[in-house]
């Protein structure tokens, strides 16, 4: 066990990691510090967002293109390790483009916060204790919230939620915020805890033995929540490359989607492809991924089985076909990294400084044409032809292959289905022959 590693400078921590897990070896030292950037400030920045930095972890920054939502047309940044995500969600953007693009509207903006505390004293003293210091709680909060109520947010209202049937003595003071273009994490966190101080001092008369047990936001946050959708008539979906008629093809993903709704295994990939599109954004912009995770997979358990975050449906007499999604996201394009991270300001800059409520509709439509272009894939053609295609360049890039070998190879697997071997095969014929 090492003490005080924190209190190392930054190359001593490499110094000590190199010595340690890869025997003295320079190539590593090097290959952490050729990831630092060359600007010192930027550098300073990039390290003061966490703790024992000792390089940068460098994911692909991506745009899409011709993004028409509530008929804006924007070009959507999008941070995404995996191979195929940009180019699928390129492809719906272009497809809903020409059929009316993408629509969204936020339903709520409201946030979550809990006080958990234990009395064992009579119900009726903390119901009568909750009904006198309700206000005087609700005054509490406001003198802590100037600015954010000067931006026209704050504490909207506290509620007392009696759990003892669950947890002997279980109360919680269930409070809920508007946090305008804040996550609002930091502001609600703080009146939590100036909430839960004040309960924990005048409640003592009552019971001396109160417990405030932790004063927390909830990342499930079920009323901020955004819904988009995309609709047209059949007629406009047909699918001339695999000859599929638009009625067959919105059957199809219809289909696909209830399988989704039904099937928590299939619903749990079927999701995992929305949030391909959603973490996109919410990285690009410097938001908090894991809370947005945490929130929408609850949300899509919220009937007592994991489902859908989308549905579809086909109206076989109008002809009309819908897809949408609803989806809670917590976002912020104030505070936390969005200003700070430097390509953060940008993705917001190039999304027009855009508010937290337009942020989330962004988002959601993004999880949405996601998960579109991923059902089209795979009611279709099946996902495998795409994927591979674009883990082509992954697989040439592991086998050191250089451009005229990765022309050639692309040109080679156009209409094959791409595996490992069989490129490694192709590369080395290749080699053999020049
Ligand atoms: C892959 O990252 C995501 C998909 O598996 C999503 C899905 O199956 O719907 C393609």
């Known amino acids: 066990?090492?003490?005080?590693?924190?209190?190392?400078?930054?190359?001593?921590?490499?110094?000590?990691?190199?010595?340690?897990?890869?025997?003295?070896?320079?190539?590593?030292?090097?290959?952490?510090?050729?990831?630092?950037?060359?600007?010192?400030?930027?550098?300073?920045?990039?390290?003061?967002?966490?703790?024992?930095?000792?390089?940068?972890?460098?994911?692909?920054?991506?745009?899409?293109?011709?993004?028409?939502?509530?008929?804006e047309t924007l070009m959507v940044p999008m941070v995404i390790e995996e191979s195929s995500v940009v180019a699928a969600l390129s492809k719906a953007s272009k497809f809903w483009a020409t059929r009316g693009g993408f629509k969204s509207e936020v339903i709520n903006t409201q946030k979550v916060g809990q006080v958990h505390f234990i009395t064992h004293a009579d119900k009726s003293k903390v119901e009568r204790f909750f009904s006198e210091h309700k206000s005087t709680l609700i005054a509490l909060a406001s003198s802590l919230s100037e600015s954010m109520e000067k931006r026209g947010g704050g504490l909207e209202d506290i509620k007392l939620i009696d759990l003892t049937d669950k947890e002997a003595g279980y109360y919680q003071l269930f409070a809920t915020f508007q946090t305008c273009d804040a996550m609002g994490a930091n502001y609600i966190n703080t009146i939590l805890e100036a909430l839960g101080r004040y309960i924990n001092e005048r409640f003592k008369p009552i019971d001396s033995d109160i417990q405030i047990v932790m004063c927390i936001l909830s990342n499930?946050?079920?009323?901020?929540?955004?819904?988009?959708?995309?609709?047209?008539?059949?007629?406009?979906?047909?699918?001339?490359?695999?000859?599929?008629?638009?009625?067959?093809?919105?059957?199809?993903?219809?289909?696909?989607?209830?399988?989704?709704?039904?099937?928590?295994?299939?619903?749990?990939?079927?999701?995992?492809?929305?949030?391909?599109?959603?973490?996109?954004?919410?990285?690009?912009?410097?938001?908090?991924?894991?809370?947005?995770?945490?929130?929408?997979?609850?949300?899509?358990?919220?009937a007592g089985q994991y489902s859908s975050l989308t549905s579809a449906s086909f109206d076989e007499d109008s002809g009309m076909f819908r897809f949408e999604i609803e989806l809670p996201l917590s976002l912020g394009t104030v505070g936390g990294l969005t200003k700070l991270h430097p390509l953060a300001n940008f993705s917001l800059k190039l999304l027009g400084d855009p508010s937290a409520a337009k942020l989330m509709s962004i988002a959601a439509t993004v999880g949405l044409a996601q998960n579109f272009a991923a059902l089209r894939s795979l009611v279709t053609s099946g996902i495998q032809k795409g994927h591979m295609k674009m883990h082509l360049m992954n697989i040439l890039n592991q086998l050191e292959a250089n451009d005229s070998e990765k022309d050639h190879i692309k040109n080679l697997f156009n209409d094959k289905v791409v595996s490992f071997n069989d490129v490694k095969e192709a590369i080395s014929d290749l080699r053999s022959l020049s």
Not at 40 to 67: A, H, R
Not at 262 to 272: E, F, M, S, V
Not at 281 to 295: Q, S
Request: include cysteine.
């Open 1 to 71: 066990m090492i003490k005080g590693f924190s209190k190392l400078s930054k190359v001593e921590k490499i110094d000590y990691i190199i010595e340690r897990y890869f025997h003295d070896n320079d190539n590593q030292k090097n290959l952490l510090k050729n990831f630092w950037h060359e600007d010192e400030n930027l550098q300073k920045t990039l390290d003061e967002f966490s703790e024992n930095t000792i390089s940068n972890f460098i994911f692909p920054y991506g745009v899409v293109p011709n993004f028409v939502l509530n008929n």
């Open 220 to 302: 499930y946050t079920p009323n901020c929540i955004v819904r988009s959708w995309v609709e047209c008539h059949v007629s406009e979906l047909e699918v001339p490359s695999h000859h599929m008629s638009g009625a067959d093809f919105a059957r199809k993903i219809v289909r696909a989607v209830k399988i989704a709704k039904i099937d928590p295994y299939r619903a749990t990939t079927h999701n995992k492809g929305i949030f391909n599109g959603v973490d996109g954004v919410v990285l690009a912009t410097g938001n908090d991924f894991r809370a947005v995770e945490a929130c929408g997979h609850a949300y899509a358990s919220r």
